[in-house]
């Protein structure tokens, strides 16, 4: 049988309109979904034509697998593109795909299911890669007795869990019984499932993780990315390559990234994570889908990955080989969330203004624009910032003046947060772990006096300054602040993460 | 009058078209868009502002909190959602003596879950919203004796 050129993207915002042009490259067209509140999305116009498939809140549209594939057949594809998060790794969708008769852009159900379940993607990577000491534990007794024996601190996760809920790190027997509990009804809420697993907590790891495209016959990796500073287990700058690494254990850790898929039997594109510390390596997971980071790879590779993995599920196969990936130069990506620079509290509103920074080896996905309001469904990730240079620190400067002059109106976003980061010696310096931002130094404290000024000029604080405000201002709005360090956040899976 | 930026404080006097800061004359101009700001000929861009005490504001990519430096400590006499979003949970009941710190509900946003602590130690006088309701962003949640 032969299959028709429609690819239905089943996602929304950016990630649809990348998926959408890599479709278009290649003859393909694709085809959208869209919820209620999504209908003014920007994802919608890259498409040659979407189909409402219901409610606002995820689990009544985009992961709702018997909606879109009702779409797909309507909209008649025969391809699916899931881009990332919502069913991008769960290996049931595969399967329905698969029983439907539609191709799913991704790896295979088999692959798709070892890398789902930690336990078993552990022990398959375990042939051939390091990894950290630990085992499944099913009761009480048994996770006391497998906590002696490898030693506190100990971390607890969810076997089908992923982006850290169901996490917890126990650093003595006195905090085991609650730990566990918690974790496994975290586990239990977040994925249906009370599996727990507990192996040795590595303090302040790096994380590093492989590229890899994969066909029926070749595995090709596309060297590694950086992806260290990270908020409660959530990716907000990542590089390529990785200051960390020296070029023999570059080697070695994309060699053995390579054997892990292979173990695996994986094809698409896909990711292997390792923790790093101490100059060694340790295998923590695969990641079975497209990543939010993938362009920094695009960028020194000039690889699209997209396409590389439209060719495969077209059965044409990956047109790279590795000895035509020669990495050149160095990535940056800053990931530009909507969110309070305080709090951390996603900020959803309206964008009365976007403008964002042009120039050679400046890439922005987004699919924001002047006038949209930000739905409060979805992730409050809103633009990815990508620079490319000839090396890191000409990467850097074209990111600090990327983000100067990124113009987002209206809301508060992740910039200043990322131009602390960048201007931190550590960050200049490629020193730095997942412990990064805990000991960040805000990089507001230049400019204060040319902030006392705006602040005096905008005619209505004037006013505020005069002291007519006592009795009209509203005491909610002064103290918001005052209350802001209260919250404490959780993600759900796939984004992260934890109490602490 | 003295404002503290970001924890430092500045004296500032304000004559036309002219802002001393730090007895340092600061020649500024706005733009009609009123987001551009020249001053002594640098251009700067204020990209978000939002009132409060302090009050927040965006200048090219940074953060600046900004307040009057002698402020009396206003009572709360209600809580309200920071917010919009679901309340996935009520964790406390009218009558009840709260402590500052203490989780009073969790409010769903943007797929997390938002613990809200009490900013006072205070009695409960009335829960305004119930579990599983949508609410606004400034809707009150809980009303204060």
Redesign the interface.
């Known amino acids: 049988m032969v299959n028709n050129n429609n690819v239905l993207i089943a996602n929304r915002g950016e990630i649809v309109i990348r998926v959408a042009r890599a479709c278009k490259k290649l003859g393909l067209h694709p085809y959208g979904i869209y919820s209620d509140s999504d209908k003014d999305s920007l994802h919608i116009k890259y498409c040659e034509q979407s189909l409402n498939i219901g409610d606002s809140l ?1 689990q009544d549209s985009y992961l709702r697998a018997d909606k879109v594939i009702d779409a797909a057949k309507k909209l008649g594809c025969d391809y699916i593109h899931p881009g990332y998060g919502f069913l991008s790794e769960n290996p049931k969708f595969v399967e329905l795909c698969n029983n439907e008769g539609l191709i799913f852009i991704g790896p295979p159900y088999d692959a798709m299911a070892i890398s789902g379940d930690k336990v078993r993607a552990r022990k398959v990577a375990s042939k051939v890669a390091p990894v950290v000491e630990g085992i499944e534990v099913s009761n009480e007794n048994d996770v006391i007795k497998e906590a002696e024996k490898i030693g506190y601190p100990i971390m607890l996760k969810a076997v089908e869990g992923g982006g850290g809920r169901g996490l917890r790190i126990v650093n003595s027997s006195q905090e085991l019984d609650s730990a566990y509990l918690s974790s496994k009804n975290e586990a239990m809420v977040g994925f249906g499932s009370e599996r727990i697993y507990i192996e040795k907590y590595i303090e302040n790891p790096r994380h590093i993780e492989v590229q890899i495209v994969a066909d029926e016959s070749n595995i090709v990796h596309l060297g590694e990315r950086e992806c260290s500073i990270q908020r409660r287990h959530q990716k907000l700058i990542e590089e390529t390559p990785s200051p960390a690494l020296s070029t023999e254990m570059r080697n070695e850790i994309t060699h053995t990234a390579v054997e892990v898929m292979k173990e695996i039997g994986y094809k698409s594109a896909g990711t292997v994570e390792f923790l790093f510390k101490d100059n060694r390596f340790y295998f923590m997971e695969v990641n079975a889908r497209i990543q939010v980071e993938h362009p920094i790879t695009e960028a020194v590779t000039g690889v699209d990955i997209v396409e590389q993995q439209l060719l495969v599920a077209l059965g044409k196969g990956l047109s790279v080989n590795q000895q035509n990936i020669n990495p050149m130069g160095h990535a940056i990506e800053c990931r530009i969330n909507a969110e309070h ?3 951390f ?4 509103g309206v964008v009365k ?1 976007f403008n964002v920074p042009k120039g050679n080896g400046i890439r922005v996905d987004t699919a924001l624009y002047s006038g949209y309001t930000i739905p ?5 990730l809103i633009a990815k910032l990508i620079c490319w240079g000839n090396n890191r620190h000409e990467a850097i400067e074209k990111m600090k003046d990327s ?2 002059s ?7 976003s992740t ?2 947060f ?2 602390s980061a960048l201007n931190d010696t550590r960050f200049m310096d490629g020193c730095y772990d997942t412990s990064f931002i805990n000991k960040m130094i ?17 005619p ?3 006013e ?2 005069e002291g007519k405000e006592e009795e009209q201002q509203d ?10 360090d ?7 899976p796939n ?1 992260l993460v934890t109490s602490q | ?1 003295k ?1 503290k ?2 924890g ?1 404080i ?1 004296d ?1 006097e ?1 004559m036309q078209q002219k ?1 001393k ?2 007895n ?1 004359k ?1 020649d ?1 101009v ?1 733009s009609m868009d009123e ?1 551009k ?1 020249m ?1 002594n000929g640098k251009t ?23 307040s ?1 430096t002698s402020l009396s400590h ?7 959602a ?4 679901k309340i996935v949970d009520i964790l406390t009941m009218t009558g009840i003596v709260i402590k500052e ?1 203490q989780v009073l509900m969790i409010l769903e ?11 006072v130690s205070k009695r409960i006088k009335e829960i305004k919203v119930s579990k599983g309701q949508s609410v606004k962003i ?1 809707d009150i949640l809980i009303s204060f004796e």
Request: proline share 8%.
């Open positions: 995820p620079p305080l709090s509290v996603p900020f959803p203004k409060i469904f979805y992730d409050s983000l100067l990124f113009r987002i109106l209206g809301i508060p910039i200043p990322h131009m805000s990089f507001s404290t230049r400019d204060g006096d040319i902030a006392a000024a705006v602040f005096s000029l905008l209505k604080r004037i505020l300054l005491p909610w709005m002064r103290s918001r602040f005052d209350w802001m209260f919250f404490d956040i959780y993600y759900y984004r | 009058m404002l930026v970001n430092t500045y500032i304000i802002v800061v730090n340092e600061l500024m706005t987001e700001i001053i700067y861009h204020l990209d978000f502002v939002e009132e409060g005490q302090p009050s927040l504001m965006i200048i090219n990519g940074m953060t600046y909190f900004v009057k206003i009572s709360l006499h209600e809580l309200k920071p917010i919009s979003g710190g946003a943007m797929k997390m879950e938002i613990q809200i602590k009490s900013p400034g």
